[in-house]
C-alpha cells in the first residue's frame, strides 16, 4: 500500500511529520533513487527509501506497539500541536514519545476523557480510522438539562443531520439528578465531535464526555493520564472485528 513519504518516517520511528516534511524539502529522502516531493508517496514494502544516503530496512523499524491510554481533559488528541497546547504524546515517557513512531488512533476532543488508542502500526490505525470499519464506542455522558424521552428515542433511531442520516445509537439513561441527565452512549459512527454537537442542536450541551469503551477494550480501573498494553484477548477480538467488518 502505498502512503505518503512523510507518513511513512513517522511510522518507521525516523521522524516526527513535521521533521519528515523538512527532510523532504532539503532534498534528503530518495525513493528508487529519485529525490522526493512533498506529497509523494511510497510503498514501504516495495520500493527502495533513502534517507541521507541509508536505505530503510526492517532493522530500522520499531516493534509494532499497541497502547490503551486513559486521556485526562486538556490534552490534544495528536503528536504534534502548532499552538504548543499538550498532547497526549506528552503522557508517555521521552523513549516512547519520539523515534518509535506511536501516534493516536483517531481523536477524543480535548476536553474529554477516556479510552484513546496509540499505536506505530500504521495499517491498523488505516483500518480503525475508516468508517466502513467504526467500531462501536462507549460513553458515559452527562448533559446539561432534563432530556425527555421523545428527544432521545430520536436521537437513539437516528435522524437527518447535515445532509446524512446518523446510525442508530444505543442510549441508556442511568440518572436524572436536578437540572442533569447522564446517560450511556454506544455509537458505531464517528462524525466530528458528535455527541457534543448533536446535543447542543437538541438544546442540552454536554456537561462532561468520557470514553470507557472501544469496542470490548475498556478502560476499567486504569488512572487518568495512565496507559497499558493490550492484551493478547483485546488484540485477538480487535483484528477479529476487523476481519468481519472487511467481508460486508
Given at each position: ?7 511513512i ?11 519528515a ?21 511510497a ?28 486521556k485526562?481533559?486538556?490534552?490534544i488528541?495528536t503528536?504534534e500541536?502548532?499552538?504548543g ?10 523513549h ?14 480535548r ?18 480510522t ?6 462501536p ?9 432534563n ?5 432521545i ?7 437527518m443531520?447535515?445532509?446524512k ?29 458528535q ?30 493520564g ?14 477479529k ?7 460486508n
Amino acid at each position: 500500500m502505498s502512503e505518503r513519504i512523510q507518513k511513512i518516517l513517522r511510522e518507521w520511528g525516523i521522524a516526527s511529520r513535521r521533521e519528515a516534511e523538512t527532510m523532504i524539502t532539503e532534498g534528503r529522502v530518495k525513493v528508487n533513487g529519485v529525490v522526493t516531493q512533498l506529497g509523494d508517496k511510497a510503498n514501504a514494502v516495495k520500493d527502495k527509501i533513502e534517507v541521507d544516503g541509508k536505505i530503510l530496512s526492517n532493522d530500522y523499524r520499531p516493534r509494532l506497539i499497541y497502547f490503551l491510554l486513559n486521556k485526562p481533559k486538556g490534552y490534544i488528541s495528536t503528536c504534534e500541536d502548532p499552538q504548543g497546547r499538550k498532547t497526549v504524546m506528552d503522557l508517555l515517557p521521552p523513549h516512547l514519545k519520539s523515534g518509535k513512531g506511536i501516534h493516536p488512533v483517531g481523536r477524543l476532543d480535548r476536553n474529554s476523557t477516556g479510552a484513546l488508542l496509540l499505536t506505530n502500526d500504521g495499517s491498523l490505525t488505516v483500518k480503525l480510522t475508516h468508517p466502513r470499519y467504526d467500531l462501536p464506542k462507549t460513553y458515559l455522558v452527562t448533559l446539561e438539562g432534563n432530556i425527555p424521552n421523545k428527544i432521545i428515542q430520536q436521537w437513539a433511531e437516528g435522524f437527518m443531520w447535515e445532509g446524512k442520516q446518523t446510525l442508530p445509537a444505543e442510549i441508556t439513561i442511568n440518572k436524572r439528578s436536578g437540572n442533569q441527565t447522564q446517560m450511556e452512549i454506544i455509537l458505531r459512527e464517528g462524525r466530528y465531535r458528535q455527541i457534543r454537537r448533536i446535543a447542543e442542536l437538541f438544546g442540552y450541551p454536554v456537561v462532561s464526555l468520557h470514553r470507557k469503551a472501544i469496542g470490548t477494550i475498556k478502560i476499567a480501573s486504569l488512572s487518568s493520564g495512565k496507559y497499558r498494553t493490550l492484551t493478547i484477548p483485546e488484540m485477538y477480538d480487535l483484528k477479529k472485528t476487523i476481519r468481519e467488518m472487511s467481508k460486508n
